[in-house]
Structures are given as structure tokens and as C-alpha cells.
């Protein structure tokens, strides 16, 4: 048996999800940004951590407007979004950042693990970051602290989202 520790689950574990789309709460919840882990917001859409990463340093830039689907933002908005993206990727670097897998999974049948909500990843790549446990024992392995990763991303935020 195979046995993850991911202690940031506990909260969802205990209380499980409410009806509304998990995004849109947080979008709602500006109060909330450290106990949700968002280290930017604008009036287009936020900056948050993954919690569930696939490297340390993974993250999501999401609109506020609960659409599924990038072709429902107007120009204005899309750009908005693409130039956070972009900057993002900038502040991944700085965080150390040897390459970055980005993207947008559409709808469900597009992979998106919540569908409803379009959010957009970046995940950050490291040499060497997929190595025998990955390979063989189909086990990834997430050797930093999480908070610890989101006050980094939260301080480099402001250098490089502002």
C-alpha cells in the first residue's frame, strides 16, 4: 500500500466541499487569501497555490468569472489573463525554475480536474524532478514545505505581478 502524506487535504477531508464552485469562494473570500493560499488578486482574476502540486511552485492564475471556457472572456480579459501568465512565468524563474509546463485542461473532457471554473496552471520543472519513484513506483515525492513554497511565491508576487 502506497501512503501520501498531504496534510493540506485535512481541511476538505473533515468538512468535504459545499455546494458552491470552490473557485468562486475563494474568489469571494478576499479575507481569506492566506487560508487559501492566493498570493496575488486583481479585478480580473487571482494567483493561487495548487494544493494538490505537482512540483513545488504550482500554481493557477484564475478569473473571477465562473466560465468554463476561455472563449467566454472578452479580449480585454484574455489578455489580462495571458499577462499575468507571462509574468508568471518570469516569477517561476526567480523562484529557480528550470523549464515550466503551462496550461489550460477545458472542461472535463479536456482533463480539467474542476470543469466548471477555467483556471490556468504553471507548473514549475526541475532537472531531475522525475526520477525512479516516479518511473517505477508510479509515487511522486514533494520534499519542501508548502507554506513555506507559498511565502516565497507570495513575496516574489510582489516584484513581479505588481
Same mark, same amino acid.
Given at each position: 500500500? @502506497?501512503?501520501?502524506?498531504?496534510?493540506?487535504?485535512?481541511?476538505? +477531508?473533515?468538512?468535504?466541499?459545499?455546494?458552491?464552485?470552490?473557485?468562486?469562494?475563494?474568489?469571494?473570500?478576499?479575507?481569506? @487569501?492566506?487560508?487559501?493560499?492566493? &498570493?496575488?488578486? @486583481?479585478?480580473?482574476?487571482?494567483? !493561487?497555490?495548487?494544493?494538490?502540486?505537482?512540483?513545488? %511552485?504550482?500554481?493557477?492564475?484564475?478569473? *473571477?468569472? *465562473?466560465? @468554463?471556457?476561455? *472563449?467566454?472572456?472578452?479580449?480585454?480579459?484574455?489578455?489580462? =489573463?495571458?499577462?499575468?501568465?507571462?509574468?508568471?512565468?518570469?516569477? =517561476?524563474?526567480? &523562484? %529557480?525554475?528550470?523549464?515550466?509546463?503551462?496550461?489550460?485542461?477545458?472542461?472535463?473532457?479536456?482533463?480539467? %480536474?474542476?470543469?466548471? *471554473? +477555467?483556471?490556468?496552471?504553471? !507548473?514549475?520543472?526541475?532537472?531531475?524532478?522525475?526520477?525512479?519513484?516516479?518511473?517505477?513506483?508510479?509515487?511522486?515525492?514533494?520534499?519542501?514545505? &508548502?507554506?513555506?513554497?507559498?511565502?516565497?511565491?507570495?513575496? +516574489?508576487?510582489?516584484?513581479? =505581478?505588481?
Amino acid at each position: 500500500m @502506497d501512503i501520501l502524506y498531504a496534510p493540506m487535504r485535512s481541511h476538505y +477531508l473533515k468538512h468535504g466541499v459545499s455546494g458552491e464552485c470552490v473557485f468562486c469562494e475563494i474568489s469571494k473570500e478576499a479575507h481569506k @487569501d492566506e487560508e487559501h493560499y492566493v &498570493f496575488y488578486r @486583481d479585478e480580473v482574476c487571482f494567483g !493561487v497555490m495548487n494544493l494538490y502540486p505537482y512540483t513545488p %511552485g504550482h500554481l493557477m492564475f484564475i478569473p *473571477h468569472m *465562473h466560465i @468554463d471556457s476561455p *472563449h467566454l472572456l472578452n479580449l480585454e480579459q484574455w489578455s489580462h =489573463l495571458a499577462k499575468l501568465t507571462r509574468k508568471g512565468c518570469e516569477m =517561476l524563474y526567480a &523562484f %529557480g525554475a528550470q523549464g515550466i509546463n503551462s496550461g489550460i485542461n477545458i472542461r472535463s473532457a479536456g482533463g480539467a %480536474g474542476i470543469p466548471e *471554473h +477555467l483556471h490556468w496552471h504553471l !507548473v514549475p520543472r526541475f532537472e531531475r524532478d522525475t526520477n525512479f519513484m516516479t518511473s517505477i513506483a508510479q509515487t511522486r515525492i514533494y520534499g519542501c514545505e &508548502f507554506v513555506e513554497i507559498f511565502n516565497k511565491i507570495q513575496q +516574489l508576487s510582489k516584484e513581479f =505581478l505588481r
